[in-house]
Structures are given as structure tokens and as C-alpha cells.
């Protein structure tokens, strides 16, 4: 194939890769003043990416086999690329009332989003591994971006180091799977596994397990989720938005692929693998979060919670669960970046607060924010008439209808458990004496994407079939192959 | 076969016991010796191997430019390794105990290795014979063709660490005078000298 039959199917990624360096030359010739601009041209270039994925349809294999453009792929690839548009957005007040704008902030977001986009549409262990990279190493550096903070600092050094090593894991475990395959492309992966009469080798599984170990710390499911709390908690609330949404989408979606393409066939092997993960993920993601006082600390307990939830739709395996991962992630985002961007509006005297007391009471003093912040709770909750019940309902029905009564059983009572601390959140809101109140006026873009999300947290649990039926349709362009 | 055999052996013996000084040794200057040490002898490997690019491309990148930026960053800054330690010990059993764990399991599928019978089909694939090819040769001839994706994308992430590293350590600092060469070129004589008349004893 021509390199440029080739280019034309990568083309949102073409795209993303050229502006992302045409403002970045721009940005440096531009010089301070610039941070606003490239930050409106890269949501821009986000819009853009956005119309051609919804626009053609998905276009195939490039580059030898180490592209897939697939149903799947298009469907995560628009949540991810949702996720950084809007937390693109909404970064724009913090940095420039934090006076932290500079706009390699912006290109950097771009180039995390562009790893994200080849993780999703990874088909080689080799493309998975330099898309994680990209990915990550712009992450690294985003969240130590305020380097005159010492904890933006200390986030930034721990995230790199650990995410350092999960990467030693995956390639390790890359590194057995070639070498007891012979084979790094996953179709050729996934036709060596299918052959019916041989038993897998252990090299195989044993790499397959250091693999998981190193997606599992992206994902950040316990237990390998002691960075999570930290980093959220230290990088300034714009990147933890981030952080939040966007690189767990692509780190979900390029699992599902791994899990459900190569090694469908290896299915006992991950299935206790990824149960584990996943009830360990629930169950610490609901009690770890109770005792935290700090919002960003609580959303990142309740981050790894809702991992887990994810995780239960992959554990069983089938088509009807990877349809059920691909609908909670969706919601998931609109849940996310709503509470966020309440959690970016949560200014005293000018100053950022952080704490969960702080929240005391603004129903009285900030109506608006505290009904979006209801709304956004009960749904993080699963609670009824809010989207994240549907989410949590595909998912442990996927989990029954493969007969993993156990892990749906657990699912359930953490997410009793995670109620408490959500509701703790509207009781201070709605029930506690306000102490000082929050700022008034939460900027025009951020308003608008807290109305937006808060209404289709609501919309999409009056009509569930938007979402599902693009879950659906994602689901059955990844398992085609799978059989 | 046999020469072979001992060089192999060699060099391996040689490369994990300069691992083990890598992490044993006191003074860190020694540690960054040793891990130089240990580059040497995995190229040598590589050598035996056949792959001599991969041999030539660790020794000047590792051992050339990494291993000396490492010692020009131990040398430089003054970091007290002694008390960086001190949390070794309390480790050191649950570290040592999983090491073992992971070498017992390795162990295990060395012993169960069985190579899938479609592996060597896979494998033989794509590989030039290298009684026609050198395999610099042969790495040119798949890496600008057939990975060219894979690697103008790690030209993306090399861009991305240099960003990183100008965005988290470049400062502007006040008051640094700098060469400016078009200043310095139009500059004419009346602007750069000034004649003054002095009178003798009086100074100016």
C-alpha cells in the first residue's frame, strides 16, 4: 500500500501530529503571550479531529498492520478526544487566574491526546508500547508543569518514576510474548493462539500477565494504584481533570483491545486476572475514599473505584461486556468532567480550596454549583434517575450473563459503600451551616460545560440507546475476529 | 563452537556480576563504572549474536553518551547516596523475597519452554539472509519502509522529552548579558568611542 493510502486512513492522527508541532512552533515564536492563542487553535485542531473521526467511517488497517482504524477504535477515540477538548476548555480560567499559563501546556495535551489515539488504534505490541510512551511522557511533564510548586513538582517525579517501571513490566512482558511467538502484530497473535490442537506455553501466559500488570497500573486498578492519590492530588486541578478522563479512556480501550483481540483465546488465563483487579479495585476505591478530605484525593479513590466497575465488563469477556466498558467510560467522562469543573470553580478569596469541608453549605451560597455537584454525586453513586446507574447496570449485567455472580454480588455492595461518601458530599452541601462560601461567578466556558454535562447526566438516563447502541456497535467491530 | 561457547559465558558471568557491583558498590562514581562495564559485555553478546549494529548502537549511545551523562549527574550534584540508603535494609526481605518468587517462576518456564510451531514460519518471515545482508543493511531497509510509522512516532516522543525538558528546567534569568551579533555588527565608531580632551594632571 502507498504511503499515502497509508496517511489518508491515519489521517486524524496525521492531523493531530502536524498542528500539534505547527503551534508549538508557533507558541515558541509567539512567546509568552501566545499561551492563550494556542490554546484556542488546539481546541480547535481537538474540534477538527473530532469531525473527521464522526465524519468517514472507519477506514482500516495501515502501515503494514501496525494501525487498525476500527469501530472500536472511532468510539474511543471521540470520548478521549471529548474529554481533552473539554478539560482544554475549562483549563483556561484556572491557568490564568493560577498565572501558570504557558503554551506548551496546551501542546503537551495534544501530544498526550495523540499517544492516547495510537494506543487505541494500537495492532502491534510495538505501536501499543511507543503510543503508551508518548502518552505517558507528555503526562509526566504536564503534571509537574507549575515546577515552582513543590508538590506539582513531587507528582510529576513519582508519576515518572512509577510509570517508569510499569513500563519496564510491559515491555518484559513484551518481550516473552515475542519470544514465545515469534510474533509482535496481533492478528498474527491472535491466529497462533486460535490454532485449536496446541496448548498455549506458559512463556505466553506469563507475559500476557506482566502485560496486565503494566496496563493495570495506566488504569490504575490496585494494586497498582498507590500513584493515583498523589499525583492527583499534587498536579495543579486542571491536569488532575485530565489525568481523570482522557488517559484512562485510552488506557481502558487499548486493554479491551489486548484482552478481547490477541489473547481472546487465552480467556481463563485473564478472566481470574482481571476478576481480581477488579473486585480489589471496588472494594479499596469505596473504603479508601471515606476517610479523605481533600476533594482531588477523593476523586482519585473514587477514580480507581469506578476502574473497577469498568473492569467488570471486560472480566466477562464478551461482547456484551466490552459494549457495557465502552458505555460506562462514556459516562464516565460526562460524570468526570463535570465534577471537575465544580471542583475548578471552588475558589475562597481568590484561592483555590481543596478541601471537602470547604464544600459546607453552598447550597445556600452557590445554589448552581451545589445542584450540579448533586447531580454529578448521585450519579458517581449509580443512584437513580442520574446516566452513571445505567453504567453500573450494563456492566454487572454483562457480568451475570457470563456467569460471574460473584463479582457482580461484590460490584454492588462496594457501590453501597462508595454511596456513602458521595452522599457525605450533598449532606455538607445541602445540610451543613455554610462556613465562608464559595466565589461567586465560575467563568462562561466553565458555566456552560457544568449546564452541559449536569443535563446530559440526566438526558442520557432518560435515553440510554444514544449510548448504548454506539457501545454496541464498537463492541462488535472489536470481537469480529475475536469469534 | 566451543571458543564460542567460553565467550558467551564469559561475558555473561561478567555482566551480571558487574549488575550486582552496579547496585552493591559504595561510591556511586563506581557504580556508574561497573554499569559501563556491564553495557561492554551485553554488546559483546550482541557481537555473538550476530548483530553487530545493535553491538556498535549500545556501546556509543549507552556507554557513550548516557552512562557519561550519568557520571557528570552523580559527580555534579551533591547527593548523599549513604543516607539515600538508609531504607534498604527494611526492604531488603520483601524485596528479596519477591525476587525469588519471579526467579523460581522463570525458572519454571525455562523449563517448560515450548516454542508454538507456527513461531518459526512467523519469525522466518522477515529476515533477510544474513550471508547476502549486513544487518545495518538490513535494519535500513525495514525501518524507513515498513516501520516507518513506528518510527516517525518515536520521533514525536524524543520531541516530547525535549520539550519536557526545556519547559520543567529552562529559566529566563535576569540581568545575563548575551551575544547579540547584529548589534554589535551596526554599531559605528561614534556610538562605541568618545574622544575626551584631558588635560594633563587632572584626570577626568
Known amino acids: 500500500m502507498s504511503v499515502a493510502a497509508d496517511l489518508q486512513i491515519a489521517l486524524p492522527e496525521v492531523l493531530l501530529a502536524v498542528s500539534a508541532m505547527a503551534l508549538l512552533i508557533f507558541g515558541v515564536y509567539q512567546g509568552k503571550a501566545a499561551a492563550g492563542r ?81 494506543m487505541v488504534s494500537a495492532n502491534d505490541l510495538i505501536s501499543l508500547y511507543i503510543g ?56 498474527s497473535l491472535a491466529e497462533i493462539l486460535a490454532a485449536p490442537d496446541t496448548e498455549p506455553s506458559l512463556g505466553l501466559i506469563v507475559g500476557l500477565v506482566f502485560i496486565c500488570a503494566g496496563l493495570a497500573f495506566k488504569v490504575s486498578a490496585v494494586p497498582f494504584h498507590m500513584w493515583t492519590p498523589d499525583v492527583y492530588e499534587g498536579a495543579p486541578t486542571s491536569v488532575t481533570a485530565f489525568f481523570a478522563v482522557a488517559p484512562k479512556i485510552a488506557a481502558i480501550a487499548l486493554f479491551t483491545r489486548v484482552l478481547m483481540g490477541p489473547f481472546h483465546d487465552l480467556v481463563d488465563a485473564w478472566q481470574q486476572i482481571i476478576v481480581f483487579i477488579s473486585i480489589a479495585s471496588m472494594v479499596l476505591g469505596a473504603f ?149 462560601g464559595l466565589d461567586k461567578g465560575v467563568g462562561r466556558e466553565t458555566g456552560l460545560i457544568i449546564v452541559a454535562t449536569a443535563a446530559a447526566t440526566i438526558l442520557l438516563f432518560a435515553m440510554p440507546g444514544a449510548i448504548l447502541e454506539g457501545a454496541d456497535a464498537a463492541a462488535t467491530s472489536l470481537t469480529h475476529y475475536a469469534g | 563452537m566451543t571458543l564460542e561457547a567460553i565467550a558467551f559465558y564469559l561475558f555473561s558471568a561478567v555482566a551480571v556480576a558487574a549488575g550486582v557491583m552496579v547496585i552493591s558498590s559504595r561510591n556511586p562514581v563506581h557504580s556508574v563504572l561497573f554499569l559501563i562495564l556491564a553495557f561492554f559485555n551485553a554488546a559483546g553478546l550482541f557481537v555473538l549474536m550476530g548483530a553487530e549494529f545493535l553491538a556498535m548502537i549500545l556501546v556509543i549511545v549507552y556507554v557513550g553518551a548516557i552512562a557519561v551523562l550519568f557520571l557528570f549527574v552523580v559527580m555534579m550534584l551533591d547527593i548523599n547516596f549513604v543516607e539515600m540508603r538508609q531504607g534498604f535494609l527494611q526492604y531488603l526481605p520483601i524485596g528479596a523475597l519477591i525476587g525469588i518468587i519471579l526467579l523460581a517462576e522463570l525458572v519454571m518456564i525455562g523449563g517448560a519452554w515450548v516454542v508454538t510451531p507456527e513461531a518459526a514460519s512467523v519469525a522466518a518471515v522477515p529476515a533477510p539472509d544474513p550471508a547476502t545482508v549486513t544487518n545495518t543493511e538490513a535494519l535500513g531497509q525495514v525501518l524507513y519502509t515498513k516501520y516507518a510509522y513506528l518510527f516517525q512516532l518515536s520521533g514525536l516522543v524524543l520531541l516530547v522529552a525535549m520539550i519536557g525538558a526545556i519547559v520543567l528546567t529552562l529559566r529566563q534569568r535576569e540581568g545575563v548579558k548575551r551575544q547579540s551579533i547584529a548589534t554589535q555588527v551596526t554599531r559605528t565608531r561614534e556610538q562605541a568611542i568618545e574622544v575626551k580632551d584631558v588635560t594633563p594632571g587632572q584626570g577626568i
Open chain 1, 288 to 436: 479508601a475514599a471515606i476517610a479523605q478530605n481533600n476533594i482531588k484525593r477523593l476523586m482519585a479513590y473514587s477514580s480507581i473505584g469506578h476502574i473497577g466497575y469498568a473492569l467488570v465488563g471486560l472480566a466477562a469477556g464478551t461482547p456484551a461486556g466490552v459494549s457495557g466498558v465502552g458505555a460506562y467510560m462514556a459516562i464516565y467522562l460526562v460524570m468526570n468532567v463535570g465534577t471537575f469543573a465544580c471542583i475548578l470553580s471552588m475558589r475562597q478569596n481568590g484561592r483555590m480550596v481543596e478541601g471537602v469541608n470547604d464544600l459546607k453549605g453552598i447550597s445556600r451560597t452557590n445554589p448552581m454549583i451545589a445542584l450540579a455537584l448533586l447531580i454529578f454525586m448521585f450519579s458517581l453513586a449509580g443512584i437513580p434517575p442520574m446516566a452513571g446507574f445505567w453504567a453500573k447496570f450494563w456492566v454487572f449485567k454483562a457480568a451475570i450473563s457470563a456467569e460471574l455472580y460473584g463479582l457482580a454480588v461484590i460490584g454492588v455492595l462496594a457501590s453501597v459503600v462508595s454511596a456513602f461518601y458521595y452522599l457525605r458530599i450533598v449532606k455538607l452541601m445541602y445540610f451543613d451551616e455554610a462556613t465562608e
Open chain 1, 38 to 118: 494556542v490554546m484556542v487553535l488546539s481546541a480547535v485542531t481537538l474540534v477538527a479531529v473530532i469531525a473527521i473521526i464522526l465524519v468517514r467511517e472507519p477506514a482500516g488497517i495501515a502501515f503494514g498492520g501496525l494501525y487498525v482504524d476500527d469501530g472500536f477504535g472511532d468510539y474511543m477515540k471521540i470520548l478521549l478526544l471529548v474529554g481533552a477538548l473539554l478539560v482544554l476548555i475549562m483549563s483556561h480560567r484556572y491557568l490564568e487566574l493560577e498565572q501558570a499559563n504557558r503554551f506548551e501546556y496546551s501542546v503537551l495535551l495534544l501530544f498526550a491526546t495523540l499517544g492516547m489515539m495510537v
Open chain 1, 132 to 187: 503508551l510512551e508518548l502518552q505517558s511522557l507528555a503526562l509526566y511533564v504536564v503534571a509537574a508543569i507549575r515546577r515552582d510548586n513543590a508538590r506539582s513538582s513531587e507528582a510529576g517525579l513519582k508519576y515518572f518514576v512509577l510509570g517508569a517501571l510499569a513500563s519496564g513490566l510491559l515491555l518484559y512482558g513484551m518481550s516473552m510474548i515475542y519470544g514465545f511467538s515469534g510474533t509482535t502484530s496481533f492478528e
